[in-house]
């Protein structure tokens, strides 16, 4: 009778063994497929309502309502300043730059921080329209630009400035702005 008993536990006990067996290999299988899943996912990221609805930043591409706020702000940070400003200001621009474009950049802000040291011309930009194109990562922002000496309005003119962006991961860089010209070669 002993040896029945032994015989019906090791039996007892071969059978949980090998059901632990199954279950864990289930599970390392389902494992590998879940990574496997997360892996091929795009990534996204829910950043909080700032105008008319919730965001998301994907790694599949920027969405047109992204690269809207984004160019927004950016206008305003590129095209206002004031001699008081001109570190921040171009601490900041250089800030949200793409890396392999901030050597081109800095010397063209180096340009404009020189020039306006020391004297008492500010600018400010009001934007009318913008044009954005998510799939070539540009954006157009047409406004009026209005430069101030001292504390006069010397000149308001309608303008277009251009922006270039890079999407890595998922990240937003400023690759390149600057004033649009029209087809004769002069500024609109």
Request: proline share 3%.
């Amino acid at each position: 009778m002993d040896l029945s008993y032994q015989h019906s536990q090791h039996q007892r006990i071969l059978k949980q063994r090998n059901l632990l067996f199954t279950v864990t290999g289930a599970l390392g299988i389902a494992s590998v497929v879940l990574l496997g899943v997360t892996l091929s996912r795009d990534r996204e990221v829910v950043l909080q309502p700032v105008l008319r609805s919730p965001l998301t930043v994907s790694s599949a591409g920027v969405s047109r309502d992204y690269l809207e706020m984004i160019t927004r702000d950016v206008v305003l940070l590129t095209l206002d300043r004031n001699p008081q400003n001109l570190e921040y200001w171009m601490e900041s621009v250089l800030a949200i730059s793409s890396p392999r474009a901030q050597g081109r950049l800095k010397a063209d802000l180096m340009k404009i921080v020189e020039e306006q040291r020391g004297s008492s011309i500010a600018q400010f930009f009001t934007i009318q329209s913008m044009t954005i194109d998510p799939d070539r990562l540009t954006s157009e922002v047409t406004g009026e630009l209005h430069t101030i000496v001292g504390s006069k309005v010397v000149s308001k003119q309608l303008r277009t400035f251009r922006y270039r962006w890079e999407y890595a991961g998922l990240t937003l860089k400023l690759i390149g702005f600057g004033m649009v010209e029209d087809e004769k070669g002069k500024k609109p």
